[in-house]
């Protein structure tokens, strides 16, 4: 049956991790299989093109593998991708991200909302429109380099990084900031440490979550096995690679 299948979860690396444990949080019986794809990392300083390409690569491995549904837990593969892989498969559920910009705008008190991601996705089209609906109060900070610190497990490194970055609203912290890179959800306890408790700190993955309950629910394809479900983690980097990952899931937030 087309709901007892996996979904696919993919990921320029070990970002998407901490979306496919809000993934586990809302759907505990459906399976999931992740692919990192490291070995092409990071796809945020790559050009939309060569990451276009990637994404659908990793997208018809997952296809192959019988996924009933793909989450592209990234940021910047959905900026440079989405709109292609749903133009080409136009009855597949495809469940993309976005920096979470509408709801942070709420948190918002006439102050600041930064808005952190790659260089690419803050660069794309879909960014700037959502910056034309939500981006009142709003700065993109691209982070080159971010990620890498992330699958080094280098939180020092971190938050070395980020500390330099926020340093100018260090008088005027901000209202919030928005994680808009799957990477840097695993920052969170960093950006505990650097930010005042009245800066809300948003990321897309509880919100992505609810997205693929609807989108299963509405199309029948919520897995009805009683059981908890499983999940295996893929990669076409390393044994490494792979050792990352399995920590990441254990310690997402
Ligand atoms: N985790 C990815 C995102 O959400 C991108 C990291 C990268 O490969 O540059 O944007």
Same mark, same amino acid.
């Given at each position: 049956?087309?709901?007892?299948?996996?979904?696919?979860?993919?990921?320029?690396?070990?970002?998407?991790?901490?979306?496919?444990?809000?993934?586990?949080?809302?759907?505990?019986?459906?399976?999931?299989?992740?692919?990192?794809?490291?070995?092409?990392?990071?796809?945020?300083?790559?050009?939309?093109?060569?990451?276009?390409?990637?994404?659908?690569?990793?997208?018809?491995? &997952?296809?192959?593998?019988?996924?009933?549904?793909?989450?592209?837990?990234?940021?910047?593969?959905?900026?440079?991708?989405?709109?292609?892989?749903?133009?080409?498969?136009?009855?597949?559920?495809?469940?993309?991200?976005?920096?979470?910009?509408?709801?942070?705008?709420?948190?918002?008190?006439?102050?600041?909302?930064?808005?952190?991601?790659?260089?690419?996705?803050?660069? &794309?089209?879909?960014?700037?429109?959502?910056?034309?609906?939500?981006?009142?109060?709003?700065?993109?900070?691209?982070?080159?380099?971010?990620?890498?610190?992330?699958?080094?497990?280098?939180?020092?490194?971190?938050?070395?990084?980020?500390?330099?970055?926020?340093?100018?609203?260090?008088?005027?912290?901000?209202?919030?900031?928005?994680?808009?890179?799957?990477?840097?959800?695993?920052?969170?306890?960093?950006?505990?440490?650097? &930010?005042?408790?009245?800066?809300?700190?948003?990321?897309?993955?509880?919100?992505?979550?609810?997205?693929?309950?609807?989108? &299963?629910?509405?199309?029948?394809?919520?897995?009805?096995?009683?059981?908890?479900?499983?999940?295996?983690?893929?990669?076409?980097?390393?044994?490494?690679?792979?050792?990352?990952?399995?920590?990441?899931?254990?310690?997402?937030?």
């Amino acid at each position: 049956m087309a709901s007892e299948r996996p979904v696919g979860v993919f990921d320029s690396g070990a970002g998407g991790i901490s979306v496919l444990a809000a993934l586990l949080r809302e759907l505990p019986h459906e399976d999931f299989l992740y692919f990192g794809d490291t070995a092409n990392a990071p796809y945020g300083t790559k050009t939309a093109e060569a990451v276009l390409t990637l994404a659908e690569s990793v997208f018809d491995r &997952l296809l192959s593998r019988g996924a009933k549904a793909v989450v592209i837990a990234c940021n910047t593969a959905t900026a440079a991708a989405a709109a292609s892989l749903r133009a080409a498969h136009p009855d597949y559920p495809i469940i993309g991200m976005e920096p979470a910009l509408k709801p942070a705008s709420q948190l918002r008190h006439g102050g600041t909302v930064l808005v952190l991601g790659t260089p690419m996705t803050l660069r &794309l089209e879909k960014f700037q429109r959502l910056m034309e609906h939500y981006g009142e109060g709003a700065i993109p900070l691209p982070c080159p380099g971010l990620m890498e610190l992330v699958e080094q497990m280098d939180f020092a490194g971190a938050r070395a990084y980020l500390a330099q970055v926020l340093s100018p609203w260090r008088r005027e912290p901000p209202d919030a900031v928005v994680l808009g890179c799957t990477h840097y959800v695993f920052l969170r306890p960093v950006l505990a440490e650097l &930010l005042p408790p009245s800066t809300a700190v948003v990321d897309g993955n509880a919100g992505t979550a609810r997205q693929l309950r609807r989108v &299963l629910t509405q199309r029948d394809l919520l897995n009805a096995q009683e059981s908890h479900g499983t999940w295996k983690l893929e990669t076409s980097g390393d044994a490494q690679a792979l050792a990352l990952m399995e920590r990441l899931l254990a310690i997402a937030p």
